[in-house]
């Protein structure tokens, strides 16, 4: 058989196997550059990405202060002359501003403009509605379980309000007391004003009308301090009033004298500045003005305020009525966590030995209490209260808090929280400190304004529950400090908004828990300063009664 020879293909066989294998290599050594690029293309598509929120941020921030003063100029000329009730024009002689244009800076006071309630504005969700509506569930739970006990234990459906008729007593002494208290800052402090200021116009600026005035406000501090500081004292002791009845008066009684101050310091400044024309009269802040400012729902006085026109018939009437009994179910509910959450608790610790275990699950016991507290008393005064007055004087600017719910930081919850009383405290306290010390020392000015916080409400705490016992001024001058420099509105993590509330869950527990202690170890340990001295004669003042019962 012949055979066929095949042609020495070897050479050309091994090219183009080392061909295939070289492009093989190209190929893997190519999709692993291609996977580094896709790798890094993704880093870098992060990295913009992370950028671009930053950036936004920034640019969100900077649009809203933006904003703010571009409101704030283009409704200073509304701030300035407004329409009032009865028709006639009135100026801005309140906001010490001179008459002619004239462009609002941030410094020059607070602008009051047209604007809801944040609240108002969130229960139109539907979400944030349903969290409402679990609230007023838990209060019916409350409810039924209340009868139910009472059914068990005595056979028969008994729903007692007894410790809130208690604390509510004496309202008649209660209204007398305010009347004169409202009827003093009614006439006084603007009489004063109005005497002071036609004694500075008929002798000019000169030393007799600096001692003049002089004169009228030394003589307008003393009767300020006889009837507006020692006359509600005396009221609170000497009848012994109930614990509601006393912050009734004793917050009443902050009230007027914040409000007599917002006058003063607003009027004279614009007296001093304004300069009439020839042949015509100094104009004084109507009655009518002040009148009105004594009971709409800001601390800041001014000539005139935006007012609301209602857009349906009787609608003030409609939202008054659903405002109080709001009202009323926030006092219901704070009575039945109080009857069975902390009566119940705080009764029988009363009168046992002080030791740290029970200390510490009494204030564990107590956040839950103290933060649902916390809770309805916000939405009972901030947003009920303040809004059914401002319905019915058809009071604009309805801004009473912001959403203080969302702070990260200490800072901005002090600023959020109550917005009446921090404007008061920012523009009389704060500001006007630093306009003193030509603005230096801001870090000494905002201390000042923390440390008069928390004296008055560590003053409105000891009248309204009869003894000193400092905790509120603890907290809000030591730990508030401390939090307010240290979280600070840099801190924007979520992780700060958790330690917030969390922070809030304890102090509040410690308030409620040693405030109850306290409160039971008066009744059941009263300090007669017979037994064993104390260790330390300041001990007798400041120490607690409950760490040294043993009865």
Known sequence: MATTELPDDGPRLRNHIKAVLQSNEISSHAGSR??????????LQNHVQKVKVKVLAEIQDQ??????????????????ITTTADGKIADSLASGAPTGNRSHRMEDGKVFILRPSLLDELF????????????????????????????????????????????????????????????????????????????????????????????????????????????????????????????????????????????????????????????????????SSY?????????????????????????????????????????????????RLCVPVFRNEGNKAFSTRTLVLAMFHSTLPGIMLLLLGFFAFLHCWLNLFGELLR????????????????????????????????????????RLSNRRFRTAAMLSVFIVSAVVHEYAITMGFGFFYPVMFCLFAVFGVFLNFTLNDKRQSPLCNIFMWTSLFVGQGVQVCLYCQEWYAQIHCPRTGVSDPPPCPMFFFFGPSWSGCVC
């Not at 291609?34 to 880093?43: I, K, N, P, S, V």
């Not at 004594?294 to 009525?321: A, G, K, N, Q």
């Not at 921090?422 to 630093?434: K, M, Q, S």
Request: hydrophobic share 50%.
């Open 34 to 43: 291609a996977d580094t690029q896709g790798e890094e293309l993704r880093r």
């Open 395 to 434: 009071f604009g600017d309805r801004m009473f808090y912001k959403d203080w719910w969302n702070s990260t930081s200490f800072a901005s919850y002090y600023r959020t929280w109550n917005v009446v009383v921090h404007d008061w405290l920012y523009y009389y306290g704060y500001r006007d400190f630093l």
């Open 291 to 339: 009148l009105y400012f004594l009971f709409c729902p800001t601390l800041i006085y001014r000539e005139s305020y935006p007012r609301e026109e209602p857009t349906i018939i009787m609608l003030c009437d409609v939202m008054s009525v659903l405002c109080f009994p709001q009202i009323l179910g926030c006092l219901l509910y704070c009575y039945f966590i109080l009857v």
């Open 124 to 287: 139109e969700i539907s979400h944030i509605r349903t969290i409402y509506h679990m609230f007023v569930a838990v209060l019916l739970v409350f409810c039924i379980s209340t009868l139910a006990v009472d059914y068990i234990d005595q056979g028969r459906l008994v729903l007692e309000f007894d410790l809130l008729f208690y604390a509510f007593g004496k309202l008649a002494t209660v209204t007398w007391a305010w009347g004169i208290m409202f009827a003093y800052t009614l006439v006084v402090p603007y009489h004063a004003v109005a005497l002071w200021g036609a004694v500075y116009r008929a002798a000019g600026a000169k030393l007799g009308a600096s001692v003049a005035g002089a004169a009228v406000g030394v003589a307008l501090v003393a009767v300020q301090a006889c009837v507006l500081g020692l006359f509600p004292v005396h009221v609170v002791v000497h009848y012994q009033l109930p614990p509601a009845s006393r912050f009734i008066v004793t917050l009443e009684q902050i009230r007027f004298l914040m409000k007599s101050y917002s006058f003063i310091r607003e009027s004279v400044p614009a007296i001093t500045r304004s300069t009439p024309k020839e042949g015509e009269t100094q104009r004084f802040p109507t009655f």
């Open 63 to 80: 649009l809203s202060v933006l904003l703010d003063k571009a409101l704030t100029e283009s409704l200073q000329p509304l701030a300035q």
